[in-house]
């Protein structure tokens, strides 16, 4: 890199791009004459910067310029009273469309209500209700025990017949083998009889 | 500054619908840099403080007409330079350079006080152009097309004006800078 290539006025400007920052410190760092105009750049600039802002002797506003006068319009809307007046004009439209909006309430003549018959009229009603809620539970509850109580005499029913019949067949089961016993000790007799008639001789 | 930019942007969004207390705020941000700029460029306080009223009146007149609300700034600074130098244009006479007391003793170390006028001395022996160029570089932080858009003309222009300011005050403050900084 050349004297004539090295742009050390944009180097302090903050004008140079990263990649040739470091090309233009390293060849300040060699070249006398270019390192001594640096120094000298950098101490202008130092002391160009070390001027301080001024305050600014007076606010700068233009309220009051014509330009800057709101309109018609905005001096109402920013008026109190007017934005009073349009709370107003909006909760009355609000209102107005609540009304329109909601379902007709029923519109029948106007009636005097007497309040303590009405109070017996609810209260009777809640009895009525209740003695009929109650009524029906009972009702429900005898029912179910009732089915209970006629489930378990079946059941009990059915065992006692179950029994009774095991019984009566072991008694049937016994007379018959009785009977057969008897049957063929009547027929020996009988077989006996009629030998001892024929003259036979009968072997005990 | 990223927020900064950011809010810059809804403020002059209200600004365009009517919002004269967005455009406001807008003013407060940016006059302390408006007015030390045109106080540094036409040398007068009360001159500097009608323009800088000037310059936000036609902001808020034209402010339908900026494009681009990122580019407010250049915008901004393009309206102040052509107020400046309208009135440079018109009534600044090419005063005779006076002796800086500051720089006088060579010597001596400089109190900030010194420095701040030596500066302030410097700057004034430039050209109108040469000035300008050096406070929307150093003092506002433009980079080199920004200031090519605000002043209306070429980058290479914007150069030439720079790096000639920089010789000239080179002479001038590079002995102060570096009895400032002891």
Redesign the interface.
């Known amino acids: 890199m050349t004297c004539s290539s090295i742009d050390l006025?944009?180097y302090?400007?903050g004008?140079l791009p990263e990649s040739e920052k470091g090309l233009v410190a390293g060849h300040v760092r060699e070249c006398a004459s270019c390192g001594e105009e640096m120094?000298?750049?950098?101490?202008?600039?130092?002391?160009?910067?070390?001027?301080?802002?001024?305050?600014?002797?007076?606010?700068?506003?233009?309220?009051s310029?014509k330009?800057?006068e709101?309109r018609w319009w905005?001096r109402v809307w920013r008026s109190g009273p007017a934005m009073g007046f349009a709370s107003a004009a909006l909760l009355a439209c609000a209102i107005l469309a609540h009304g329109l909006l909601r379902p007709a309430p029923w519109a029948g003549p106007s009636v005097t209500v007497d309040t303590a018959a009405v109070e017996r009229r609810v209260a009777a009603e809640v009895n009525e209700r209740i003695n009929a809620r109650v009524n029906a539970m009972v009702s429900e509850a005898v029912a179910k025990a009732v089915f209970d109580t006629n489930l378990r005499q079946q059941r009990r029913t059915a065992e006692l017949l179950a029994g009774v019949e095991k019984k009566y067949d072991l008694q049937r089961k016994a007379d018959l083998l009785a009977f057969e016993a008897n049957l063929e000790i009547v027929s020996k007799q009988q077989a006996r009889t009629f030998m001892a008639s024929s003259g036979l001789e009968v072997k005990p | 500054m990223i927020f900064r930019e950011v809010e810059d942007r809804d403020l002059i969004a209200k600004a365009r619908r009517g919002d004269v207390d967005a455009f406001g705020i807008l003013v407060s941000r940016w006059e302390k840099r408006i007015y030390n700029y045109l106080l540094r460029l036409v040398g007068n306080r009360e001159e500097a403080m009608d323009l800088s009223q000037d310059v936000f009146l036609k902001a808020w007149q034209n402010l339908k007409k900026l494009e681009d609300a990122d580019r407010f700034s250049s915008w901004l600074f393009r309206i102040a330079h052509n107020e400046a130098f309208s009135l440079l244009r018109k009534n600044r006479p090419e005063t005779a350079l006076t002796a800086d007391p500051a720089v006088a003793d060579r010597s001596a170390r400089l109190y900030p006080v010194e420095l701040t006028l030596a500066v302030q001395h410097a700057l004034t022996r430039l050209s109108d152009d040469q000035r300008e160029a050096v406070l929307l570089k150093v003092y506002q932080g433009f980079k080199f097309d920004e200031m090519a858009e605000i002043l209306g003309c070429p980058v290479s222009t914007i150069k030439s004006r720079l790096y000639a300011a920089l010789d000239l005050l080179k002479d001038t403050l590079a002995p102060v800078g570096a009895r400032g900084v002891q």
């Open positions: 006025k944009a302090v400007l004008e120094e000298r750049l950098s101490l202008t600039h130092l002391a160009l910067v070390s001027l301080r802002d001024e305050e600014v002797p007076r606010r700068i506003a233009f309220v310029d330009v800057f709101p905005q």
